[in-house]
């Protein structure tokens, strides 16, 4: 009873001011205690598509669907949050171009290289862990001209929502993966993956750099259009079934590679590679280096998804433009027999020192890569 109240009195405090239109019925389901029409009417005022801007009652909303365990409310949150982050992202220090620091000689845990002042020179952009915690680490972003020095650094915050901050924990993987123009206006952008630790849509972070500092934008997905399988779009808001670029590495010539995960509505997986432009809109496929498998349902993969829980192991720390992969071989200090990259996750099937045993789900190839670069989950 306190819940139906609860609810009502939501909805009249909204819907005074507000066009009702279509948020009516999604209204009268979240009431009824649909968590997908909070959901749904979270997104309406967040949008104005249909009704009156209003953030806060879509704050509302989307928590209370985000609460009643509807993971697609949890995702536009934490994407509503980070709007307001962006607003607020006073925090990181931004150095005026002439003010540059003596030459950085900390460490580095991972890092990407790009011409991000259009000076013919390559800047290299950093992230180091600054905390460990029970779940992971957290790490602080940098950016190191072509001479060393250090041009601008983020906060060191042990907080997922603040747009600068990056992390390496068991809920989830968010490193930058790609510095690129992906919008062709001459400022370079940062993306990374946000953390996810099942099955949906990856939304990725990204910041641009201004000049003096990166300045965050709008998380999104790029998903596979309905019209064109060749062209996928930036979504910010999206169901957890579809098609979408669930990893994203350099490649070269303006290209990047991409691992594209189709998720269907009876549970089966289906996975491919691509090499893709980044544009504007999203992204358009150059090749398809592994396209997407069609046909039946993959049986074993149906019988997989109802075992037992599997001991998962995930890729982390390769340097891209080091060698840039993790050999799988036939046993420990032997033969190479595959090969992964950053992001593949493995089953762990046994350990011998400091080399797992694994299976590479994708290939269904057993063999065993250091543990070095394996961080289990």
């Not at 390496?168 to 993956?193: H, K, Q, R």
């Not at 001991?311 to 595959?338: A, C, Q, W």
């Not at 797992?356 to 057993?366: E, L, V």
Request: net charge positive; aromatic share 10%.
């Amino acid at each position: 009873m306190k819940k139906t109240i609860f609810y009502s009195m939501i909805y009249f405090a909204l819907i005074s001011g507000a066009n009702a239109g279509m948020v009516d019925a999604f209204m009268d389901a979240c009431e009824k205690g649909s968590m997908q029409g909070c959901y749904q009417a979270g997104v309406v005022y967040w949008t104005g598509e249909g009704a009156h801007k209003d953030r806060q009652a879509a704050r509302s909303l989307l928590e209370i669907s985000c609460d009643g365990g509807f993971d697609d409310a949890c995702v536009a949150l934490r994407t509503l949050q980070a709007e307001d982050n962006i607003a607020e992202s006073g925090e990181a220090e931004v150095l005026p171009p002439m003010q540059k620091k003596s030459r950085y000689t900390g460490h580095i845990d991972g890092k990407l290289q790009g011409d991000i002042d259009r000076d013919g020179k390559m800047e290299t952009i950093v992230w180091k862990k600054f905390v460990s915690v029970e779940l992971g680490d957290y790490y602080q972003l940098l950016v190191i001209d072509d001479d060393g020095s250090l041009l601008w650094k983020g906060p060191k915050e042990k907080d997922e929502s603040n747009p600068y901050i990056f992390s390496y924990l068991d809920t989830g993987f968010s490193l930058p993966v790609l510095l690129e123009d992906i919008d062709n206006d001459g400022n370079m952008e940062l993306l990374a993956p946000e953390p996810q630790s099942d099955v949906r849509p990856t939304y990725y972070r990204k910041l641009r750099w201004s000049g003096t500092y990166f300045e965050p934008l709008l998380s999104s997905a790029l998903m596979l259009s309905s019209t064109d399988l060749n062209r996928f779009i930036w979504k910010v808001t999206q169901k957890s079934d579809g098609t979408w670029i669930s990893k994203l590495a350099p490649y070269r010539s303006g290209l990047a590679k991409a691992d594209v995960t189709q998720y269907n509505k009876d549970g089966s997986v289906r996975m491919g590679v691509a090499l893709i432009k980044l544009d504007r809109e999203g992204a358009v496929v150059h090749r398809w280096i592994k396209p997407i498998p069609s046909g039946t349902v993959n049986k074993t993969h149906r019988k997989s998804s109802h075992a037992t829980h599997k001991k998962m192991g995930l890729v982390h720390g390769l340097d891209p433009y080091g060698d840039g992969f993790l050999s799988i071989r036939k046993k420990p200090n032997s033969t190479e027999i595959g090969r992964l990259y950053n992001g593949d996750k493995v089953q762990i099937l046994g350990k011998s020192g400091k080399w797992y045993k694994i299976k590479d789900p994708r290939t269904g190839r057993i063999g065993w890569s250091h543990n070095n670069w394996i961080r289990i989950y």
